[in-house]
């Protein structure tokens, strides 16, 4: 069982800033991609930002050059700072990783965080 905790989020004018966290817990051999989806109301799950356990980053086009991944393989932990919000970023985040354990594959979602960007 791996449990990944959220935190982060809230409510913020456009134009601020947020910083998102994600916490990866349980019986883990390794961390593979780490990332940040987002679901808009009345939309579908849309990939934000990925990072691999080698550093290399991912983002989406409508995101680029504003947001920054970034992980703590110690503390098994990504993080997703956002700047230059728009309200077109409000959605719920989730958090995603790719894990080992068991010698199998798996992957695990967050129970996801609320980001709100007021005109």
């Known amino acids: 069982q791996v449990q990944l905790a959220e935190s982060g989020g809230g409510l913020v004018q456009a134009g601020g800033s947020l910083s998102l966290s994600c916490e990866a817990s349980?019986?883990?051999?390794?961390?593979?991609?780490m990332g940040w989806h987002r679901q808009a109301p009345g939309k579908q799950r849309e990939l934000v930002a990925t990072?691999?356990?080698?550093?290399?980053?991912n983002y989406s086009d409508s995101v680029k050059g504003r947001f920054t991944i970034s992980r703590d393989g110690a503390e098994n932990t990504v993080y997703l700072q956002m700047y230059s919000l728009k309200p077109d970023d409000t959605g719920v985040y989730y958090c995603?990783?790719?894990?080992?354990?068991?010698?199998?594959?798996?992957?695990?979602w967050g129970q996801g965080t609320q980001v709100t960007v007021s005109s």
């Open positions: 349980g019986s883990i051999s390794s961390l593979d991609v």
């Open positions: 990072i691999s356990n080698g550093g290399i980053t």
């Open positions: 995603a990783v790719r894990f080992l354990a068991g010698g199998r594959w798996s992957a695990a």
